[in-house]
């Protein structure tokens, strides 16, 4: 089932992306190259094919250095991009000009023809990825934190994309005209006008992005979600997309106008700025318009949406069309696409619909995004990026984007009753540009307002400003001291709840069911960092921060929250328990020994089967304990000491063992135990056989060693594997199983007496 969702969304996806391809506007000409409809379609999936797997190492690497996925992503469209790897040719046919036919787009460079650096197919592709990450935004945003700390957060994400905005244009304008002769016509035309134009105008709107998702994880690893300025960052950063989109849209308005003006033929490129200020205020109505609408048919339309469909896969596909569509319309009244995603998402956020959508789009969002980053990195020409006037234009904007950030958050915070400290550190959090800084930039060359120069420029703050600003602000955050001038009364500061879990998976689980507890009680829940497994659940005063860390749950909240948090603590622990009772009811012991007695086994043994396992086991016939546990740790230890390199932790080795034996014990029948565990402390697969020699104890066996038929124990086989890495860790113990309980196995290992024979006789068994 969960395959067939997955299946019907990526159809869905794709039929999208086909319509997008076919839209007369979007990316200046993709060079013709004269191929069959065929062989284009061939071309296409082949680089997607190449993208998906460059972009999902590329982000792998980059998660692995503890850096944002999508700086992996951008790296590996910049090394496949046809203006690297991507263009070197091979063969003397189709693929003589590169896979992404580079070789073709450096002549047209060459030529100082205007092109884009992706196919339009290709393009659509990545179009479309943009409108679901944005819907996706839109369906995270924190409506309430937006409302409830809308002063503050407004004063400082205002405060931020004003200052940002400004000094990015202005940047523009004084700089282009030094370092590239085409844009020499700025330096001629009075300030304001000059601010107006396409290329300032799209990099003061590239530095007024933030991306939230990666100032969450910091706040959250130095235990500051809670705190004064992590509130105040995360309010703003919702608050500083708001208002980013809301310049996007008056600039597109603006330049629509300025163009309109020039078919008209304005006399000596004079505005209209009657035409203008018309145009501008027509793109912050259909926004305000469209957001309000939205959010007060939300509920409305997700009941129709439910009462109609009521499949969830299908409601999420609904979804995404309504999302579609009004990405159309706002493209349609000359706003960016982008922006009517985000509207769609942020009416459906206050819905129950928001999670069913989230899990379902979550395949499409997987698929499509990492494509969009890659195919942003794709249009980097290398060469012009590396260029001396890229790299010092790139730097000096890139210090005015940091230093614009810094001081217009950190202005405003200070009449808010923050201090210099506290000022720095909400400055310093409103950093990090991220996806949409890109989306922007994406924007900005497809329709041809920006250069490959300026486009790299855009990319090249990007970077710097994501990779800087996480140590900048762990180093702010490291002094004790407050960031606000009157700091709140110590019972009401948040403080941290640590929950110390058996495991990774289990706490994976438990944290998902927290998260659902809280929603089910009518609390705002919030994903803020997936790659962190950061929450935010917030009803009402109450704000509450969920991470999980490995084996660990961390809950940041104030003393009066902790009762609520214990409370639903217990609820859930009390549900996994009474699921774990479920789970573990055991099974009558005659039909184990049915089921053993019917089983046949397939696999094969000798030196290529999974026989072969066995010929590195330990062998220990006359072995001697008194007890299950004894039997346990002296096994263990002859495995760490004859096999040193695949056991690195005998004592965790031996926990985990015992742990398992706790769980349920594992003897079989006719005197057979097969302990075993699972260990990161293990290297691939190692373990023991052991023939009993207790002629000394009662019953010559283990009296602490259940079986099914309650049978002495007289054969342990005790293995070990890795819990973290592929191993045929259930063949092998399918395979012990029948080889002991098939022709008498159990009585002719038993009469083994050297390691030899046992080793021959595992050999033996067919």
Known sequence: MKK??????????????????????????????????????????LQIGVIIFAAKLGGMLASFARLPSILGELAAGV?????????????SGLFAGGLFHGAELRSYAEAGQMFDATSP??????????????????????????????????????????VSFVLGDVCAIYLLPRFFGHFAYLGELPLVEAMTKEAPLYMGIMSTATSVGITARILSEKKKMDSEEGVTIMAGAVIDDVLGLIVLAIGNGIIAANQAAARAGAAGGTMDWGEIGFVAAKAFGVWIVATAVGLLAARWIAKFLKKVFKSPVVIATMAFGLALVLAGFFEFMGLAMIIGAYVMGLALSRTDLKHPIQEMLTPVYTFLVPI????????????????????????????????????????PSMFCGFNVLGGLRIGAGMVPRGEVALIIAGLGLSSGYLTQEIFGIGILMTLVTTVVAPPALVGLFTPKAKGVRHPKPSKDRAREICFELGGDEVADLMLERLVSEFRDEGFFTSLLSKEDHIWEVAMDDMEISLRRERRNIYVSCTPAEEAIVMTAWMEVASQMNDLARSISKPIRREDVDRMLTKTT????????????????????????ASSKREAIEKMVNEIAAACPRHVKNAAAATEAVLRREASMPTGLDHGIAVPHGRTPDVVGIAGAVAILDNSGTANGSLPDYETIDNSPVSIIVLTLANSETQTPYLQLMSFISKALRGNNGYGRLAACTTPDEMRRFFREVR
């Open 121 to 162: 197919a290709l393009y659509g592709i990545a179009t479309l990825a943009s409108v679901i990450l944005l819907f996706l935004s839109g369906l995270e945003t924190n409506l309430k934190m937006f409302l409830r700390y809308s002063f503050v957060g407004l004063m400082v994400g205002l405060g931020g994309v004003l």
């Open 79 to 91: 090394i496949i991009g046809p203006w690297a790897l991507g263009g070197i040719g091979f063969g």
């Open 372 to 411: 969009f980053f890659c195919s942003m990195g794709m249009m980097v020409d290398m060469s012009a990026l590396c260029s001396r006037p890229v790299l010092i234009f790139g730097g000096i904007y890139t210090l005015i984007a940091v230093a614009a950030k810094v001081l217009g958050c950190m202005i």
């Open 601 to 624: 086994t397939s696999v094969k043994t000798g030196s290529s089967g999974i026989g072969r396992y066995l010929q590195g086991f330990v062998m220990l016939p006359g072995f001697k």
């Open 4 to 45: 067939t969702k997955t299946l019907l969304l990526a159809a869905t996806a794709m039929t999208a992306a086909c319509v997008f391809a076919a839209h007369e506007g979007g990316p200046p000409p993709y060079p013709n190259f004269g191929l069959p409809r065929v062989e284009e379609m061939m071309f296409l999936v």
